[in-house]
């Protein structure tokens, strides 16, 4: 089994910033992409950022310049700085990691139960 656990969401203010962290554990291998994907009420759930395992990273226009996706991989975390934070950030945010894990091996997506961002004054 493999488990991505999300935290670090809350209430913020327009103009604030907040850092989310994911943390996999489980009968892990490696862990290839892992990434941030967001989705707000009545709306599909659209991809934040995306970070490889060589530390390249890939962002959402809405997002660039904004938001900083990095990773410890010692610790299986995944990390997501966000400054500048607008109301129409608000969403609820999921992380993602495709890992090699369990006996016998197997290569898949994994995704975290979600925590809430709102960004209101």
């Known amino acids: 089994q493999v488990q991505l656990v999300e935290s670090g969401g809350g209430l913020v203010q327009p103009g604030g910033s907040l850092t989310l962290s994911c943390v996999a554990s489980?009968?892990?291998?490696?862990?290839?992409?892992m990434g941030w994907a967001r989705q707000a009420p009545g709306k599909q759930r659209e991809l934040v950022a995306r970070?490889?395992?060589?530390?390249?990273?890939n962002y959402a226009d809405s997002v660039k310049g904004r938001f900083t996706i990095s990773r410890d991989n010692a610790k299986n975390t995944v990390y997501l700085q966000m400054n500048s934070l607008k109301p129409e950030d608000t969403a609820v945010y999921y992380c993602?990691?495709?890992?090699?894990?369990?006996?016998?091996?197997?290569?898949?997506?994994?995704w975290g139960q979600g925590t809430q961002v709102t960004v209101s004054s």
């Open positions: 993602n990691g495709d890992i090699n894990w369990g006996s016998p091996k197997r290569r898949d997506v994994q």
């Open positions: 489980g009968s892990i291998f490696k862990i290839y992409d």
């Open positions: 970070i490889t395992s060589d530390d390249s990273t």
